[in-house]
């Protein structure tokens, strides 16, 4: 089976996640259907628990609706979920869907917010859209947080053809969006530089899938013992 397979087990772990979100929007069930469904990120992070034992208390950075921490929760994957995000609407749909689950969600600016401590520290493609000067102080406040890893789906803006496709299809989206929204992708040595030196081991491997994006899973773990 190959990296980006669909595992087994994923489709049915995924109707059980969609299903928690029934009180949401049609709208918001078809985006975490289709984020579990067809993102590569979304089989990759659940292979990388697997292949860790689990990762224990997770906190979740740009969490959206929660899809991906209910998914870890689900899959016996996680011990337990704190997940913050900047759009209130989202928090609210992750919060519905959580019900019953040791998860909870919390609106949070992360230029500023604090990070909740845990095993395992996640952020998927949020760093990108925060000022350089931010994305350097949140890798600080994460690597102080995490107690075992750190699990980032980054943007290598040095993947060739990718990474030029890539920024052309984020500078499109900013201009669409009109949020006020980023895109500052810093290199990974960037990234990785301050993890390192808090004593985290670094691993970069595609995580790429079936699209043209130049994305990557850059994963920190401090050494055992």
């Not at 520290?121 to 949140?138: T, Y």
Request: with cysteine.
């Amino acid at each position: 089976m190959s990296a980006s397979a669909t595992p087994p087990g994923h489709l049915g772990l995924t109707r059980k996640v969609v299903a928690r979100y029934a009180g949401a929007s049609h709208f918001a069930r078809n985006f975490v259907r289709g984020k579990l469904l067809t993102d590569p990120a979304s089989v990759a992070i659940l292979r990388l628990a697997a292949a860790r034992g689990g990762f224990g208390e997770v906190t979740d950075l740009g969490c959206g609706r929660g899809q991906v921490g209910l998914s870890l929760l689900l899959a016996g994957l996680a011990t337990r979920v704190a997940g913050l995000d900047l759009d209130p609407g989202k928090i609210a749909d992750a919060d519905r869907a959580a019900a019953g689950l040791p998860a909870r969600f919390a609106v949070a600016d992360l230029c500023a917010a604090a990070v909740p401590a845990a095993e395992t520290v996640l952020i998927f493609d949020v760093l990108l859209q925060l000022p350089a000067a931010a994305q350097q102080a949140l890798l600080a406040r994460m690597a102080a947080a995490a107690r075992r890893r750190i699990v980032i789906r980054a943007f290598d803006p040095a993947r060739g053809w990718r990474s030029t496709v890539g920024v052309a299809m984020e500078r499109l989206g900013c201009r669409i969006r009109r949020d006020g929204s980023t895109f500052r992708p810093l290199p990974l040595d960037t990234l990785a530089a301050p993890l390192a030196t808090a004593g985290f081991h670094i691993s970069v491997t595609p995580c790429w899938g079936w699209t043209p994006l130049p994305n990557v899973m850059l994963v920190a773990e401090r050494p055992c013992g």
